[in-house]
């Protein structure tokens, strides 16, 4: 007689142990046994299948999708089953309450794609710890702050949406008290950001999206309609604060962040058919925003985007470009691909490891949403390269091919409410091209030389000015580019003067364009102008080099300036980047043209005469990135070449283009070791310890540059 596999339920709340065989013919008598499995049957009856973003169709879609090899479902298994086996050799889970809820959300779907029991138990394992870490006071489903209240408990709901038939009644039980208590801490649960008529905060997202998404996961929508109400009227009227292109004055962003918790919670309401939310969700093309602003190029720790609002270079691909493909019309599915695949899919930079969301369970909602079945297409041709929305914000793209993409921006800033984050930001621009953020913002900084804009007597904005908008006034596509006017409005009028700039592009062959910024500005009195670009963004200089000349070189690319009126403009260099100008009415214009770098072999190559006429031949290494390290599958491998990572050359320099040789070597040191003084003074100097040699190094290597 066929064996059959049974759990053994614990008498306590003990992880699952491991599957027990039961033979009907051994110390458990026949009849007993199927009473027992009727029992078990009833109890996974009564609770139901997942009723939360994935069903058993789905997750046999996944399944079918990831056996095939190469693909990227297979990809992004492995990595969330990386994650949980990470996760499995530390029990104890020693990082913090979010880290432990992003493993239970990882473990429990791994179980829904695998049917392996022992994910359930990992998940467990963790909503456990969360009540046993150093965070248990602070950060609990029922207890903190909103963001912790939102992202632990969302853990929780997952958790349990997922793993409640394969949990024992007292871990389920466990589990549901613990979102009861949650959903009745939520409330009394109090925040000026949530109490704001207009909703505009990512908090509202966040909250709210969290707590609905508990509500759905203990289906009490019907025995709670009123707060059920409550939560969806609430995340209806936050959508309502989003342009066309999905732009908040809070920036790119928060926009994601908060984003994720609101886009899972719409995701959560259309799988459970409840679609109230549809067709405002369609209002907003926030697909359309990530395609323009998302670019190619990786920074390191996150893809680069071009910056807006409060927001800095990332957004911390947590999962909200994964779930744009649940919100992107059918139509523009093959372009919107086209563009993941190269920004986070299988074409972008990077290892593996950075691919698909990487950061907490960011991955599980590329598994999920990413459409394998769709034909990706390139949207250059299709797509115009600019586009504007009724927020003022104005983006410029010339393609969608790689990390040497030219994506440009210019705001009007026409929006603003209260009770969110905010810049002033009317007439600020962005550059960004070959990998580099030539003209960056101010992130949450309000320092003027953190932005990269018009300054009047060295502000942008009155001191204690807020609320401030400006206004498109016109804005016009064209076949290359595109011409965008906007007002200073209220924002510069706190300084006292009408302001107006003109920001025209026009992309070029070869991967060039050509930009073109005219401010005009009329005051009652003199002022100083100074119209400025702010290097990189607001920590760094990004590696760019600033010469007097108005020239900025960095990695493959380089911006090329020039003021074209008036002649009495004085150019400052630096960081940030200042044309200055003194008068009362003002027509500064100036042009900027973005190219590639030169070629580095083409570079000068110097040489350098060495104590005694010895030459030495250098060779410039221009900024840029390289892969450093060689891959695990590569023959003859050793182990000290791994692993493979990125690294960034920040600034220019010189080397040799040959190894040292024994003369060079006694040269500069004054000395070479008895074992090799009978060599041919052109034999390579080796056998040589960087310790005790370095400091003689750079002192002559002082002493030749004091000189030069």
């Known amino acids: 007689m066929q064996e059959l596999v049974l759990h053994r339920q614990p008498a306590d709340d003990s992880p ?48 079918r999708l990831a056996a095939v090899k190469g693909s990227p479902h297979e990809e992004m298994l492995g990595l969330l089953r990386d994650k949980a086996e990470s996760a499995a050799k530390n029990p104890a889970l020693s990082g913090t309450n979010y880290d432990r809820a992003y493993h239970a959300t990882i473990a429990a779907f791994l179980h829904q794609i695998t ?48 793993c409640r038939d394969a949990w024992t009644p007292r871990q389920r039980d466990w589990v549901e008290q613990r979102l009861r208590a949650a959903l009745k801490a939520w409330r009394t649960f109090g925040h000026a950001n949530l109490k704001a008529d207009h909703k505009g905060s990512n908090w509202v997202a ?52 908060g984003g994720i918790f609101l886009l899972r919670a719409l995701l959560a309401l259309r799988t459970v058919g409840d679609m109230d939310l549809e067709a405002e969700a369609a209002r907003h093309a926030w697909w359309k925003q990530a395609m323009y602003s998302g670019t190619f190029a990786s920074g390191g720790d996150g893809r680069l985007w071009l910056m807006s609002g409060v927001s800095n270079s990332r957004i911390g691909d947590e999962g909200w470009a994964s779930l744009l493909f649940a919100f992107t019309p059918a139509d523009y599915l093959p372009y919107f691909k086209w563009w993941y695949d190269r920004h986070l899919g299988q074409r972008s930079p990077g290892s593996a490891g950075s691919r698909f969301d990487p950061r907490r369970e960011g991955t599980v909602w590329a598994m999920i949403c990413y459409p394998a079945e769709v034909a990706a297409q390139d949207p250059t041709g299709v797509f115009p390269p600019a586009v504007a929305g009724s927020s003022g914000l104005v983006w410029f793209r010339n393609r969608w091919q790689d990390a040497d993409d030219l994506l440009f921006s210019f705001h009007a800033d026409a929006r603003w409410h209260s009770h969110a984050w905010d810049q002033p930001e009317a007439l600020q621009f962005h550059l960004f091209g070959y990998g580099t953020s030539f003209a960056g913002g101010p992130e949450k900084t309000r320092e ?10 060295g502000r942008h904005v009155a001191e204690k000015a807020r609320g401030t908008t400006g206004k498109l006034v016109s804005f016009k596509p064209t076949a290359h580019g595109g011409v965008a006017v906007a007002s200073g409005g209220s924002q510069y009028a706190s300084l006292g003067v009408e302001a107006q700039r003109t920001f025209r592009v026009e992309f070029l062959p070869g991967n060039r364009a050509r930009v073109q910024i005219r401010d005009q500005v009329m005051s009652p009195v003199p002022r100083r102008y100074t119209w400025q670009m702010n290097l990189g963004d607001h920590a760094s200089d990004g590696g760019i080099r600033a010469a007097k000349d108005f020239v900025l070189t960095s990695g493959r690319g380089r911006v090329r300036g020039k003021v074209l009126s008036p002649r009495e403009a004085r ?96 040269a500069v040191m004054g000395e070479t070791r008895r074992r090799f003084s009978s060599l041919p003074p052109r034999r390579l100097q080796t056998k040589t310890r960087w310790t005790g040699q370095s400091s003689r190094c750079r002192g002559w290597m002082s002493s030749v540059i004091s000189s030069a």
Request: contains cysteine; negative net charge.
């Open 16 to 63: 699952l142990p491991p599957a027990v065989l039961i033979n009907p013919v051994g110390s458990i008598k026949f009849g007993q046994m199927w009473l027992l499995v009727l029992a078990l049957v009833a109890a996974v009856a009564s609770h139901g299948a997942p009723r939360l973003l994935i069903d058993e169709t789905q997750a046999a879609r996944l399944r």
């Open 115 to 162: 049917s392996e029991r022992r994910y359930c138990a990992a998940a467990w394992d963790s909503l456990r710890a969360v009540y046993e870490g150093a965070d248990a006071k602070t950060v609990l489903p029922e207890q903190g702050y909103g963001l912790a209240r939102a992202t632990v408990g969302s853990g929780f709901a997952l958790a349990y949406d997922w």
């Open 206 to 257: 966040v909250c709210r999206g969290g707590e609905l998404l508990e509500l759905l996961a203990l289906g009490l929508e019907k025995q709670d309609a009123e707060r059920y109400a409550l939560l969806k009227g609430d995340l209806l009227q936050h959508m309502r604060n989003y342009d066309e292109l999905g732009v908040s004055q809070e920036g790119i962003g928060y926009t994601a962040y």
């Open 448 to 457: 003027p030389g953190n932005f990269s804009t018009l300054l009047v007597d």
């Open 571 to 666: 150019v400052e260099p630096g960081d940030p980047y200042r044309v200055e100008v003194d008068a009362a009415a003002l027509d500064l214009q100036v042009e900027l043209e973005i190219e590639p770098a030169p070629d580095a072999s083409k570079l000068p190559r110097p040489k350098l005469s060495l104590p005694g006429d010895v030459p030495l031949e250098l060779v410039t290494i221009p900024p840029g990135t390289y892969r450093r390290g060689s891959p695990p599958t590569e023959a003859g491998r050793d182990e000290d070449e791994g692993p493979q990572h990125e690294v960034r050359i920040s600034r220019a320099f010189q080397m040799g283009i040959w190894e040292v040789t024994q003369r060079q070597w006694v």
